[in-house]
């Protein structure tokens, strides 16, 4: 699942737990419709407490504002249950809620139909034209239409614990590629003991965008498998160095950089830095609060000069389903959900994210007061802003594409990463001819 799904959407969630506006309803769009005072009732699922709290700020805002009133119930589901249970629903064309969060993983399993199961959001995107970011959009399309839209750009940095670089009398901004990573890696290792980061078996982050900062890609023009093109296997390989060859890195605790083993790693201070994604903000500074004030956010390291510094990393879309009894005013909430200004403000504000309306990322309301500033500092979208150029992604909603990340998974990334078992050209170029 994604970076930002996990922590919130699983903790004590034995069975679903309602986030409502009004009274608990219905699960299904059979609960659509009209309520005694004229509202327009809707439901939606999510997999994160934080974000079935957003949409039911969201609601009342909108209400605030806009004739058409919103009567919304937010279901929060634990992430597997709400994939199945939706998926079920999506295939029998009953039983489906208006709106949906869908991580990308699953949306290029929805999206691979030859007519997917959601509302297009071109026609509420359209006030919206060039304040977005792009590639986020392109996530969640096809043939044409938007069917999803990100609460965030995702932008991938490199985040240094300043107390274990000043120990080895290494200074962040002087890492520029991934050579100078390493020189630094082993000054880190020799001086303090401290691995210079840890590597994802079970996830790849760091995969994506150490390809996709190459102007790379998994996938070809004609949709298929290109795993072991030379930038994937450039960095794959980068990876298994790490751990096998230079010694300043090992497997991940947990299997990722996303699961509470690995936050205690980095809270007690056993790591020196770690390559994710822009929602990990919000894992710091939920789970690491000994590293308060003690994180420098930096652009990830470069192969060679004219590579991006940044890649796109995770995501989840907020999705129409083809059930929503008023499928036009639920775009229009979701779409104004997230890319009117107070609410993209909000995105910031409330959950962590960098939103995709990226012409709000210079403003002075950035730097106020929020839980992240004073964790990080407020500067942090300075970074940012010199970086969205940079954001690109590999592609995720390929037809492929739900088979090659569980190729990935499932043989690619243990039998290199965790064990030294396979040379990255092998293994990819085993998963390109099991996978066309």
């Given amino acids: 699942m994604n970076q930002f799904g996990k922590k919130l959407g699983l903790a004590a969630l034995a069975a ?4 409502s506006l009004g009274a608990c309803g219905n699960n299904s769009s059979s609960a659509s419709g009209k309520s005694a005072n004229g509202e327009n009732k809707m439901t939606m699922w999510t997999f994160v407490d934080a974000q079935g709290d957003f949409w039911k700020d969201a609601a009342k805002s909108w209400n605030k504002t806009h004739k058409q009133k919103i009567d919304l119930k ?50 509420a995107l359209k006030p919206y034209d060039g304040k977005l970011v792009k590639s986020r959009l392109d996530n969640f399309s096809k043939n044409g239409n938007v069917y999803g839209l990100d609460y965030h750009v995702g932008t991938t940095v490199t985040y240094y614990n300043t107390d274990i670089m000043k120990q080895a009398g290494v200074d962040p901004t002087s890492i520029k590629t991934w050579d100078d990573y390493v020189k630094a890696g082993k000054e880190v290792k020799a001086k303090t003991g401290k691995w210079m980061n840890e590597v994802e078996y079970s996830a790849y982050f760091q995969f994506d965008s150490m390809t996709a900062q190459q102007h790379a890609d998994y996938v070809t023009k004609s949709g298929k498998a290109d795993l072991a093109n030379p930038a994937s296997v450039r960095a794959l390989t980068e990876l298994q160095n790490w751990v096998y060859k230079d010694k300043i890195a090992r497997p991940a605790v947990g299997g990722s950089l996303d699961n509470d083993q690995f936050f205690a790693e980095m809270n007690k201070g056993n790591v020196a830095s770690v390559t994710m994604p822009s ?69 910031w504000e409330k959950l962590g994210f960098d939103p995709v309306r990226y012409d709000i990322w210079s403003s002075k309301r950035m730097k106020a007061d929020n839980k992240y500033t004073e964790y990080f500092g407020k500067d942090i979208f300075d970074t940012f802003v010199k970086l969205e150029p940079d954001v690109h992604s590999v592609t995720k909603t390929a037809k492929v594409s739900p088979a090659l990340q569980d190729y990935l998974l499932k043989n690619t990334m243990p039998s290199t990463l965790l064990h030294d078992k396979m040379t990255p050209k092998a293994a990819l170029e085993k998963a390109d001819s099991s996978l066309n």
Avoid at 16 to 19: C, F, I, P
Avoid at 300 to 317: C, H, I, L, N, Q
Avoid at 336 to 342: I, M, P, Q, T
């Fill in 279 to 347: 929602w990990y903000m919000e894992r710091m500074a939920d789970n690491m609060p000994k590293l308060k004030g003690k994180v420098a956010i930096e652009p990830t390291p470069v192969f060679k000069e004219g590579d991006y510094r940044s890649a796109g990393g995770g995501g989840t879309g907020t999705m129409v389903t083809n059930q929503a009894k008023n499928q036009k005013l639920a775009a229009q909430f979701v779409v104004w959900g997230k890319a009117s200004k107070d609410q993209a403000y909000k995105i």
């Fill in 74 to 123: 937010v279901n929060v589901l634990p992430f597997d249950q709400m994939n199945q249970k939706l998926t079920v629903a999506m295939q029998s064309g009953s039983g489906a809620p208006d709106l949906a969060d869908v991580e990308l993983g699953q949306a290029a399993t929805q999206l691979k139909a030859d007519k997917p199961p959601y509302y297009p959001l071109n026609s």
């Fill in 16 to 19: 679903v737990t309602m986030l």
